[in-house]
């Protein structure tokens, strides 16, 4: 379980949207990629130094165990990630077993470079067609990992025709850390405000092959910023991960 929560920080089986027939892609796909990084890395920049109320259920159905937090996200001017948990309903064992292990693994995989990025060394982009997002056109691109590796996935990248900021991703991790975890797959969620695109929720399954499917859902509340804020000391995701410290029931 631990290990499923490293590697879906991404993170629900992808549901079927009808799009527009393929046809030859507005501009070749290498050109949309670079401006699809050229925009995310301006993102990047525009969100640090803001925080945001998030909403984190989790369940494992076949134990009937389900857990929700309610939590505030912040990302310092460096890029550092915390979470302050708000309060917290529901069994213990997914509190400290599922949503700690995944905000773990969120702030830890936002300590260093990636290497499994959305980026041309990592995936191959093919261009599927055109699709009708929130009233705005999008394009669709298929991803294909160049490499069967831990912590990539096949699926479909959404971007917005005007900004190239992504509106959605989705797919199935093409390799299990474990021979515990069977299937994973996500979908996630962006809407764009002022410019940039700001996740709007995450949902993700896992076949496991003794506790069934786990399920964990996120929702993104209102975004802002607060030039006074960005702390770079404590690490209270970190601190919730392993006692579930700032909890108000």
Same mark, same amino acid.
């Given at each position: ?106 702030? /830890?995989?936002?300590? %260093?470079? *990636?290497?499994?990025?959305? +980026? ?6 093919? @261009?599927? !067609? ?60 962006? /809407?764009?405000?002022? %410019?940039? *695109?700001?996740?709007?929720? +995450? ?6 092959? @003794?506790? !069934? ?37």
């Amino acid at each position: 379980m631990k290990l499923f929560l490293s590697f879906v920080l991404a993170s629900i089986c992808t549901t079927s949207t009808a799009f527009s027939e393929p046809k030859a892609p507005p501009l070749p796909e290498d050109q949309m990629v670079s401006r699809y990084l050229q925009a995310t890395q301006a993102q990047a920049s525009a969100l640090r130094g803001g925080s945001e109320e998030v909403d984190i259920d989790a369940a494992v159905p076949k134990y009937k165990k389900q857990g929700k937090l309610h939590a505030l996200r912040s990302i310092s001017k460096l890029g550092k990630i915390t979470y302050k948990a708000l309060g917290f309903s529901g069994d213990n064992v997914v509190k400290t077993e599922v949503i700690a292990n995944y905000l773990k693994a969120e702030v /830890e995989a936002a300590q %260093g470079p *990636s290497t499994v990025a959305l +980026t041309p060394v990592n995936y191959k982009f093919k @261009f599927k !067609g055109t699709q009708v997002w929130n009233g705005r056109q999008v394009y669709v691109l298929h991803l294909n990992p160049r490499e069967k590796k831990v912590g990539l996935f096949k699926g479909e990248l959404w971007l917005d025709s005007e900004t190239y900021m992504p509106v959605r991703e989705s797919g199935s991790f093409v390799k299990s850390p474990s021979f515990m975890l069977k299937k994973m797959q996500f979908v996630r969620d962006y /809407e764009l405000q002022n %410019g940039v *695109s700001l996740p709007q929720r +995450t949902e993700s399954r896992v076949e496991t092959r @003794f506790f !069934g499917n786990v399920e964990l859902n996120i929702n993104y509340l209102t975004f802002s910023k607060d030039n006074s804020q960005a702390s770079t000391g404590s690490d209270e995701a970190e601190a919730l991960a392993d006692t579930g410290a700032g909890d108000q029931q």
